[in-house]
């Protein structure tokens, strides 16, 4: 099993910066996919930056040019750097891995606990 652990969120006011981070912790040949997931309530959560093993990087519209995705493969880790933040950032924040188990084992998706942010105006 893996285990997702994040830090990170807090309140903010607009225009400012956080920074989320997410540690994995458990059996993991390679992460194949690291995602960054926001959640309103009363709405599905929404992907807002992914980071593939092959080097892709997608951010929603929403959000490009003021976050940023990172991660270490090897560390387990990754990061979401938010720069000027907005109001309508607010929501619940999820890391989410796609990993194998084994050099040859199928992916399987993880999810972390989440992290409340909170933007101000």
């Known amino acids: 099993q893996v285990q997702l652990v994040e830090s990170g969120g807090g309140s903010v006011q607009a225009g400012g910066s956080l920074r989320l981070s997410c540690a994995a912790s458990?059996?993991?040949?390679?992460?194949?996919?690291m995602d960054w997931y926001r959640q309103v309530p009363g709405k599905q959560r929404e992907l807002v930056a992914r980071?593939?093993?092959?080097?892709?990087?997608e951010y929603v519209d929403s959000v490009k040019g003021r976050f940023t995705i990172s991660g270490d493969n090897a560390k387990k880790s990754m990061y979401l750097q938010m720069n000027s933040l907005k109001p309508e950032d607010t929501g619940v924040y999820f890391c989410?891995?796609?990993?194998?188990?084994?050099?040859?084992?199928?992916?399987?998706?993880?999810w972390g606990q989440g992290t409340q942010v909170t933007v101000s105006s």
């Open positions: 458990g059996s993991i040949f390679r992460i194949n996919i």
């Open positions: 989410s891995v796609v990993c194998i188990h084994t050099q040859y084992g199928p992916p399987n998706r993880y």
């Open positions: 980071s593939s093993s092959g080097g892709s990087i």
